[in-house]
Nanobody, 124 residues
């Protein structure tokens, strides 16, 4: 079992920045692909970014590429999402997720563990 707890959400003006954190406990953190997803009101959950266990492979959705940066610190069992140049359309609940399946990237269904989410509101 892996337990995930997100933090760092809040209210920010458009153009601003936030850094989300996701602390993991349980089994060996470095063995997990870690993903960030988001869900806006009335919309389906969508992929944001993903990082492999050793940090050597990273993927982003087209909507955040160049603005968001995913990283991880395996010594601290934490994954981060640095969000810059925020837009109103980035407003959503952000979730981190973990998967020990080889090659998993953007498919939410392949992630087995999820955090409770943290709200990000971007005012225009």
């Amino acid at each position: 079992q892996v337990q995930l707890v997100e933090s760092g959400g809040g209210l920010v003006q458009a153009g601003g920045s936030l850094r989300l954190s996701c602390a993991a406990s349980g089994r060996t953190f470095s063995g997990y692909n870690m993903g960030w997803f988001r869900q806006a009101p009335g919309k389906v959950r969508e992929f944001v970014a993903r990082i492999s266990g050793n940090g050597g492979s990273i993927n982003y959705s087209d909507s955040v590429k160049g603005r968001f940066t995913i990283s991880r610190d395996n010594a601290r069992n934490t994954v981060y999402l640095q969000m810059n140049s925020l837009k109103a359309e980035d407003t959503a609940v952000y979730y981190c997720a973990a998967s020990d399946r080889f090659g998993v990237t953007s498919a939410a269904g392949l992630y087995d563990y999820w955090g409770q989410g943290t709200q990000v509101n971007v005012s225009s």
